[in-house]
Structures are given as structure tokens and as C-alpha cells.
């Protein structure tokens, strides 16, 4: 029988609850930006109509630093009334402008996308609880505890901020109940290379990807080989990431840097972190998901590409033609030979442009909704 009593939920999270996406005009003054089911704990923005820089704001380093995914610069302090000035419940407040464009420049046309994380009420921070201490919070467990975190267990992402080992390959706790999939990490003291390191099916990452640059897979050469996984520079482990003494992961590996680490794992309904491989073909390759698509970023493996971000605030209706990088300053590309349709439960390309659709490849991807209603009917496609 029909009725609220026989509801069967399709997923266990509620995707807007964990990630959205807000397009706005900056004003370069105080301009309160809302529509967000959730206080944001990582905030990564773009200017759309401009080359201004990536930038990223996360609660733990605090609403005052930020970084550029574009570059290998240092952590970029704003005053209290520039940039950004508070995570807020359903959104974010910006002010004026000091170093990033693509928050709140005048007139400028700029996309911000948003997760959801553990909080900010204090030091460390698990799916909305503050603690002082890692010892409270459970993330003592390593070899050196993290300086900072928030963990959203619930939608499988963790920010980690950390110092730099001095020659060692120590161990520290993420927080999350299963090993990420995906960590993204950069030295805040330095001007150093964005590491993103992947263990996905089918496709464990033996070497390492630069954020910040279009080279192939493993180019930059820096780190070490771990034990766990064969020739990597990162391990990923249920309960801890151990990055190589000499890796991107590690800084400067002088005992002192500070480091912040973005980890993600796969959930049902929510998210999907994986492998694909390109036909080349117009009739481009089809990529289940299990959900409709709001963000989808991908980057070839096999060879020298951008990182290619695809969402539905800026492209409302297929065929989606548009897309930002995350390497550099690009103003909101149309190429048709990029084209990619977001479906209920996936996305497919519509063209064989080696950029997506030609090589190997990996996906981030998080949800606008989940495939399946609670009466378990497929949903509509866009």
C-alpha cells in the first residue's frame, strides 16, 4: 500500500544536505550569498567570465585562508573584512576584495561550489560534534595525531590539516569509517605541488596526479614506495593515509610544514569516485553513477589533459558544453567537442575529444539526486 509507513529510502543521504552549488555576482563589498540546505565547511570558487585564480576556503585552516588549485603559491591570509568572512548556515557572507576574484570581485560572474563537512565548533570536529583534543575526538590513533579536522562520516569526506614528517612515513587518522578513495593535499608553508593520490577498482595509483598542471600521471618526480600498495607515494588505509616522507603529501619533508588534506570515499546515492575508459568515439562513453549528477570533474591518467569540471548550475539542460578547469584560469569554456549529458543515473560524452573521452580516465562525481524515488521508480532525466 501506498503510504509514509511503507517508504523504503532509496539512499542514506540526502545530497543536498552534504553538497550544492550557488552561481552569483560578486559586488566586492558585503554580499550574503545563500541557497544551501547546510553550513559549507569547504568552499572551492570560480570566477566564470574572467581568469581569476581557483580558490579554496575550508573550515579547518579558517575562513580567512585561502588556496589556489591553479598554482603552487603559499596560503593567502585576507583581512577580516576581505574575501571571505563566515561559513553561515545556509550559505556564505564574502566582503571586499584582496586576493581572489572569483569570490566577490565587482561585477564578476562567479560559481561556487560547497561540501559539507564535520563543523568548525572546535579543534576537531565529527559529523557536527567539536572536541579539543584528538584524543577526544578519536583520531589519536596514528603515529602523530592531525593538527585539525572536520569529518562528515555520514557522506564520506574529511578535511585534515597536519605538519610534515622529518624523514618518515608516519601514520595519521581521517576519521572516516572506511579508507577514502581520494585525497587531495597541498603544503600551506610553501610554494609546492597540489598531490592527488587515488586507490579506486581497477585503478590504484601507483604514482601521483598534479592538481595544479596538466602533466601525465606521475611526472613530477617526488615521493617514495610504501608498503601496501606497490610503488605508491601515498597509502589510503581504512583508518589512516600515510604519505611517503618525500611526497607531495609529506611537504618539505622537514618536520615542519603544515599540510591540509581533502579525503573522499564513495557513497551510494551521493557520491561516486572511479574509472573509466574513453571510446573516442561521438557516440561517447557511458558512466553509471546510480544517482543524477550536480558536479562531475574528470582527468585523463594516461597522458597530459586539464582537470575538466562539469555542473548543473552553469549548464541548466543538456547538452552541457561548458566546463572550468581546476588547473588553471580559463574562463567558463564552451568547446562542442566536450560535450557531456548529466542522466539520471550517470553521464555520457557526445563527442571523442581526447581531453574526456579518448584515454583512461579518472571521475569525482556527486549527486543532484538519487536514481531511485522511496516508492523505488526510476527519477527523470534532465
Known amino acids: 500500500t501506498i503510504s509514509s509507513s511503507n517508504l523504503e529510502p532509496s539512499s542514506v543521504v540526502n ?5 550544492g552549488i550557488v552561481t552569483y555576482t560578486g559586488n566586492n563589498s558585503t554580499n550574503i550569498i545563500r541557497g544551501l540546505d547546510f553550513k559549507p565547511d569547504l568552499l572551492w570558487f570560480k570566477r566564470r ?3 581569476n585564480w581557483n580558490a579554496w576556503f575550508d573550515s579547518v585552516r579558517g575562513r580567512a585562508k585561502g588556496l589556489a588549485s591553479n598554482k603552487t603559491n603559499t596560503e593567502y591570509t585576507s583581512g577580516s573584512t576581505q574575501d571571505l568572512i563566515s561559513f553561515d548556515i545556509s550559505g ?6 584582496y586576493a581572489w576574484g572569483s569570490v566577490n570581485g565587482n561585477t564578476f ?7 559539507k563537512a564535520g563543523g568548525n565548533s572546535n579543534t576537531y570536529n565529527i559529523d557536527g560534534k567539536g572536541y579539543a583534543t584528538a584524543t577526544a575526538a578519536g583520531l589519536d590513533g596514528g603515529t602523530k595525531n592531525p593538527t585539525g579536522a572536520s569529518v562528515n562520516t555520514k557522506a564520506g569526506f574529511s578535511i585534515i590539516s597536519y605538519v610534515a614528517s622529518n624523514g618518515t612515513n608516519d601514520t595519521i587518522y581521517h576519521g572516516l569509517k572506511q579508507a577514502p578513495e581520494i585525497i587531495i593535499t597541498k603544503d600551506r608553508d610553501n610554494s609546492r605541488s597540489w598531490g592527488v593520490y587515488y586507490s579506486l577498482p581497477g585503478g590504484t595509483n601507483t604514482n601521483w596526479i598534479v592538481l595544479n598542471d596538466n602533466n601525465a600521471q606521475g611526472s613530477n618526480n617526488s615521493g617514495e614506495t ?16 600515510q604519505p611517503a616522507s618525500g611526497a607531495f603529501a609529506n611537504g618539505g619533508n622537514d618536520g615542519s610544514d603544515k599540510l591540509i588534506a581533502y579525503m573522499w570515499h564513495s557513497v551510494p546515492g551521493y557520491s561516486k569516485m572511479g574509472i573509466y575508459k574513453g571510446n573516442g568515439n561521438a557516440n561517447g562513453v557511458y558512466v553509471p553513477l546510480g544517482f543524477r549528477p550536480a558536479w562531475v570533474m574528470v582527468r585523463r591518467t594516461d597522458g597530459g589533459n586539464n582537470w575538466i569540471i562539469y555542473d548543473n548550475k552553469r549548464s541548466t539542460t543538456n547538452v552541457i558544453d561548458n566546463y572550468l578547469v581546476a588547473n588553471g584560469t580559463d574562463v567558463d569554456n564552451t568547446n562542442a567537442a566536450s560535450n557531456i549529458d548529466f542522466l539520471h543515473d550517470g553521464f555520457k560524452f557526445r563527442s571523442g575529444y581526447d581531453m574526456v573521452n579518448a ?5 569525482m562525481a556527486f549527486a543532484e539526486q538519487v536514481n531511485d524515488t522511496p516508492y523505488m521508480a526510476s527519477t527523470n532525466a534532465r
Not at 92 to 97: D, E, V
Not at 226 to 241: C, M, N, Q, R, T
Not at 359 to 363: E, L, V
Request: proline share 2%.
Open 49 to 51: 567570465d574572467g581568469t
Open 359 to 363: 584515454g583512461d580516465y579518472i571521475y
Open 109 to 115: 560572474s562567479n560559481v561556487a561550489w560547497c561540501w
Open 15 to 19: 545530497p543536498k544536505k552534504h553538497f
Open 226 to 241: 610504501l608498503g601496501g600498495v606497490s610503488g605508491s607515494y601515498l597509502y589510503l588505509h581504512e583508518d589512516y593515509f
Open 92 to 97: 556564505f557572507t564574502l566582503g571586499s576584495t
